[in-house]
């Protein structure tokens, strides 16, 4: 965050700095224009004195006013090396404003005396002529010629200012690996210009009929600000002509810098389901962060890594990473030491559910939050295995929560999930639980304790993303569930902003649900992959359905029935009324769990999580009927 805020200081900076040095240019040409005014009216001779002294008298009124103008009709804020004939217009305009303007004031001054009338109409001529020829040279002189260019016909989707930063880049390449032979655009304002020589050929939507006839060996996709159903249409014109296309960056990406306006790469898959970008309140998020001592759980999960590097950015006093698994936690540390090596970084191996060992790390560190992104997740893994999964997911949590409240922690943050929301797996209705346990914690200490709830991850550990890929990879068949199957998705770094923007205007008590677009079909999600992939679904490659696994649900959820919606100051983040509960007894409920979990007594440890989790419904029954499925439920 910090280096997107100081990208964006100096990005400005340089914009302001280009601005002024266009507005003295333009400042200058009106003087010359000025004085080649009076010379020419005087057939090249010399300047009368006294309509001379006039001249300067009136000077400064004249370039104060043409100047205004020019700002008026944003004369300065066109890109030189942009210039077409598209940006005569506005100079026109800004000269003819700046002339009636001048007469105006001078009449009022002096009647127009010592002032041939005719000045005036050869200064506005002059004028225009000096500003457009600056311009077109400059771009002339900064646009290297590619005749003799051998690389491959490019069609670039996208005329705007990416696509004209793009076809500069191509052609100062040395390699010369693109030959742009057009652009497509929708706006039909650019409908048959020319934008760096290379001419506006049509719309998008004409790529089929183009690519054949102009040879086009490859497509380039220069929309990094598109929305995802323009993203989604460009590459469904790609797929349908079977073209190659690539992509630029994100904007995100563009302005963290971990990406340049010339790294073109394959459109990834969460271009194309993902929603429109994340806004963050960046200042909002680094007052929450910086200068504080931060905990992450699970430190070397999908979730809690990409936890770690963002919080690494926002200037904490200290970063402590708590994970259990020996090669994850070295992994992310090894990362963050060799990217943020200012940052006050402390790694410890070890167990949520050993209060000891979590109590020893909040004994030496001293966090003031604390990211609970430590959890089993595995909803087919974890069915049959009870006792693990709340030990994890549930005695966990209350461990880290009750040492919590015991030190100076200001928030404690959990991690939760869609499958929390009526609940038909064992992983499900133990994060359920988990939600219910650190809202009764919230009652009874200083501590905010919030609950951050959000679906699928994209490319997280154990997701349908990679399975497919590789099924993919080794010719198929793709396995999907069920036909009708859907779920929510976004991406690690989406989901870890949100849940820092929920975690600093988060009070106490709270669930946070954040916006997790329409969702989104698994079927439609493997054919993408699949097409994307250059093959044909059902054809190159099979979908094979294999039925609900156990304890998946058709339908995921993001808030109960009884839960109200609510917004809050972020659009993309809403807040679920928690339904009522009784403190006291949920916390004995835990402690009870925990002698069950002991004494591994799985039967009251079930019974535990039915009274807890009424809404918990066990898939235990399925029955094939021809091509529908009936599926039963037991409480």
Not at 172 to 187: I, Q, R
Request: glycine residues 8%.
């Amino acid at each position: 965050m910090k280096g997107i805020k100081t990208e964006i200081v100096r990005e400005r900076l340089r914009y302001y700095s280009s601005r002024w040095k266009v507005i003295l240019f333009d400042a200058a040409m009106v003087i010359i224009a000025w004085f080649l005014a009076y010379w020419l009216r005087f057939n090249l001779g010399s300047i009368p004195a006294a309509n001379l002294d006039f001249a300067f008298i009136m000077l400064p009124f004249v370039v104060l006013i043409h100047v205004a103008m020019s700002l008026g009709f944003g004369v300065p804020r066109g890109a030189w090396r942009f210039t077409s004939t598209h940006d005569v217009l506005p100079i026109v305009m800004s000269v003819c404003a700046g002339i009636a303007v001048s007469v105006f004031v001078i009449f009022l001054v002096n009647r127009l005396e010592f002032i041939p009338r005719t000045v005036f109409l050869l200064q506005g001529m002059l004028l225009v002529g000096l500003l457009s020829s600056s311009r077109l040279l400059y771009r002339i002189y900064h646009t290297p010629s590619v005749k003799g260019a051998s690389g491959k016909r490019v069609l670039i989707m996208g005329a705007g200012v990416a696509g004209n930063m793009l076809v500069i880049d191509l052609k100062n390449s040395t390699s010369l690996l693109y030959e742009p032979v057009g652009f497509l655009d929708d706006d039909p304002n650019l409908n048959g210009n020319r934008i760096q020589g290379v001419r506006v050929l049509g719309e998008c939507s004409a790529l089929p009929q183009l690519a054949q006839g102009l040879q086009v060996e490859q497509v380039l996709i220069a929309m990094p600000s598109a929305t995802t159903e323009e993203k989604n249409r460009i590459v469904d014109f790609c797929l349908d002509t079977q073209i190659p296309y690539l992509t630029l960056p994100k904007v995100q990406d563009i302005l963290d810098g971990s990406a340049s306006s010339r790294d073109l790469r394959p459109v990834a898959l969460d271009d194309l389901l993902g929603r429109d970008p994340v806004s963050l309140d960046i200042n909002l998020i680094s007052s929450g962060m910086s200068g504080k001592n931060v905990l992450i759980t699970g430190a070397g999960g999908s979730i809690g890594s990409e936890l770690c590097r963002q919080v690494a950015q926002l200037n904490p006093a200290s970063l402590i990473l708590l994970e259990q698994n020996e090669y994850n936690l070295y992994r992310i540390a090894h990362e963050i030491k060799n990217k943020y090596p200012d940052v006050a970084l402390h790694a410890r191996l070890g167990d949520v559910c050993d209060e000891p060992g979590v109590r020893s790390v909040f004994n030496q560190y001293f966090p003031n939050v604390v990211f609970h992104a430590a959890a089993y997740k595995h909803v087919p893994s974890l069915e049959g295995q009870i006792r693990a999964a709340v030990r994890n997911n549930v005695v966990g949590t209350d461990v880290v929560a009750r040492v919590s409240c015991e030190t100076d922690c200001e928030k404690f943050v959990l991690i939760s999930t869609d499958k929390a929301v009526n609940p038909t797996s064992i992983m499900g209705a133990t994060k359920r639980m988990a939600e219910i346990l650190v809202q009764a914690r919230n009652a009874r200490s200083e501590v905010a304790f919030i609950t951050v709830r959000f679906g699928n991850v994209l490319g997280s550990a154990g997701s349908v993303v990679p399975l497919f890929e590789r099924q993919i990879a080794e010719g198929g068949p793709v396995t999907v569930t069920h036909p009708d199957v859907t779920r929510f998705f976004m991406t690690i770094s989406e989901a870890c902003q949100l849940i820092m923007q929920a975690c600093v205007q988060g009070k106490g008590s709270e669930t946070f649900v954040l916006d997790m677009g329409e969702p989104i079909k698994i079927s439609y999600l493997a054919k993408q992959l699949i097409r994307m992939a250059g093959l044909i679904p059902g054809q190159d490659i099979e979908i094979v359905y294999t039925g609900l696994r156990e304890g998946e649900k058709l339908v995921e959820e993001l808030f109960h029935n009884e839960e109200k919606l609510e917004k809050t100051l972020h659009d993309q983040i809403s807040l679920a009324e928690s339904r009522a509960l009784n403190s006291d007894s949920v916390v004995n409920a835990v402690r009870l769990l925990t002698s069950n979990i002991q004494q591994s007594d799985t039967d009251g440890i079930e019974q535990i999580m039915k009274e807890l989790v009424p809404e918990y419904m066990q898939r235990n029954l399925v029955e094939d009927t021809g091509s529908a499925r009936v599926i039963s439920f037991s409480r």
